[in-house]
């Protein structure tokens, strides 16, 4: 048998084409796709085949060209905007999502807010701003989701912190602890037509405007010694949409991070 041919078998058989579903046809929604880790995950649903609402709050530019780059994947791809911190507009988005798209299998809960907070000055406003986006948002777009008949896989972006406590980010951090017990919730009330899983992301991509230079450390300090990269994350998002039997997990791809005593900050 010529190399190249045994070497086609061996990345169909063990390598990533088999890990991934073929998605042609499905519909999918992503918040947060206009940058980062949500364009990644938009990005990775249209190569397997789906097609994409992007969803933005700000960044219409970017959600633009995230749709050109999903389109050339040969799907169909929106942009749709959103301020996730009114409940209406959430709705909305899910509605026009199902209208541009037709029902929708998959709904990725990415987008979020990352502020600075403190347990000892941390406000009331800090939490209720925190959670706003990062845990009420998406428990409305997952019910108007299952409202509308929606049937397959909601994806859950969590954190690594979960596991632990976060010193700095205090409201941040309870937003996604309440965030990963709806997800939990959600699996259980939405079954058995939707599987609801989490994925929790270490050290990946550095928060707007900082540096990289403490990334890298808190890399380091994993048992995989190293920051991962967005294709971590989406490569989880895509094992979760293919799974028939699984729901209720948090998949934690921060190299080992959630296993170590956790005292962030
Ligand atoms: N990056 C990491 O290494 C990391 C680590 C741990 C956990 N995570 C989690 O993984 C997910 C993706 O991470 P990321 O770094 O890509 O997220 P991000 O850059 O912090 O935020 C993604 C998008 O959320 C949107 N957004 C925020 N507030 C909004 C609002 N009120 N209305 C509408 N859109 C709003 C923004 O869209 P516009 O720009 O269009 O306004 C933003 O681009 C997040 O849930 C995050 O918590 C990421």
Redesign the pocket.
Known sequence: MPATTSAAIVEEVVGRKSMIKDLRGRGALV??A?????REIALALARAGANVAI?????EE??RTVVREAEACGVHAWAVR????VEEEVRDLVDEAYRLAGPLDILVN?????HASDFATFTRADLATSID??AWAPLVAARRFVELGGQGHIVN????RVAGFDWRHVAYHAA?TLFALFTRQMALRFAPGVQVNGV??????S??GQGAEHLERLGRESPLSRVGEPRDVSDAVLFLVATRYVTGQVVFVDGGRHLLEMNHG
């Open positions: 918040t947060g206009a940058k980062r880790l949500g969803h933005y709050g700000r960044s970017d959600a959103a301020d996730l911190s990415s987008a979020s807010t990352f986006v990062n972006l969590l954190d690594t996604k929790a992301p270490g050290s990946i991509l928060p707007s």
